[in-house]
């Protein structure tokens, strides 16, 4: 069946270094997909969206990277920091009808000072 | 910045007992949403909601479940009778338009017993 998710369920990264984080989807009619961060406790919080008319899409210290060809997105974040230390979901819709939104089952990335 | 509140933050309740879950969402938004998350899972889509009715609802979302706008700030879930399945994150979203950046709320944590 349909499903998004990520490769890898936990990240451990340096404070300072790069993090990616890497998505697999395999709803090729999907047109619009999503990045969040969840903290303990908290509801998802937007960190950066893309549509599939674009390859890679730049924030404030995050990227993010999509690759139709395989059906991959990738969310790059610089110079981590503490404060990035959650659970990272990607999540996809279609592009017609609703907004409903697919979630992945999340990775979680803890930051080492 | 704008916000979607949810209340209450924890609700425990007894099985069969019927619940009502309260979300503000944010003003000038048209599509209303209702997620749910059960400890250490994705978060799963219940229902989308616009211009007074229902668009588009899961598998999740049978009979015992309502939604309604009772007036121009609310818009609640309601579970008739519930479950110890039932026991989970739920997250009210709402969008200005479809797919564009979904703002969530912090979630009421719902505790069947």
């Known amino acids: 069946g349909e499903s998004v998710g990520l490769h890898l369920p936990t990240l451990s990264v340096q404070e300072g270094d790069n993090s990616i984080i890497n998505c697999a989807y395999s709803?090729?009619?999907?047109?619009?997909f999503i990045w969040y961060k969840q903290e303990s406790g908290k509801g998802p919080q937007f960190i950066i969206d893309?549509?599939?008319?674009?390859d890679k899409r730049q924030g404030q210290r995050v990227t993010v990277l999509l690759n139709k060809t395989v059906k991959h997105l990738s969310l790059q974040i610089a110079a981590t920091q503490p404060g990035d230390s959650a659970v990272y979901f990607c999540?996809?819709?279609?592009?017609?009808?609703?907004?409903?939104?697919?979630f992945g089952a999340g990775t979680t990335v803890t930051v080492r000072a | 910045e704008p916000e979607v509140t949810q209340t209450p933050s924890h609700q425990v309740t007894q099985m069969g007992q019927e619940v009502i879950l309260r979300c503000v969402p944010i003003?000038?938004?048209?599509?209303f949403y209702w997620y749910r998350q059960i400890l250490g899972q994705k978060v799963e889509f219940l229902v989308s909601?616009?211009?007074?009715?229902?668009?588009?609802k899961s598998e999740i979302f049978d009979d015992q479940f309502s939604v309604e706008r009772p007036d121009g700030s609310n818009f609640t879930l309601k579970i008739r009778s519930t479950k110890l399945e039932d026991s989970a994150m739920y997250f009210c979203?709402?969008?200005?338009?479809?797919?564009?950046?979904?703002?969530f709320g912090q979630g009421t944590r719902l505790t069947v017993v």
């Open positions: 979203a709402s969008t200005r338009q479809v797919n564009t950046e979904a703002f």
């Open positions: 709803n090729s009619a999907s047109d619009y």
């Open positions: 893309i549509r599939s008319n674009m």
């Open positions: 999540a996809e819709n279609k592009a017609s009808g609703d907004y409903k939104l697919s």
């Open positions: 003003s000038n938004h048209l599509y």
């Open positions: 909601f616009y211009n007074n009715e229902i668009s588009e």
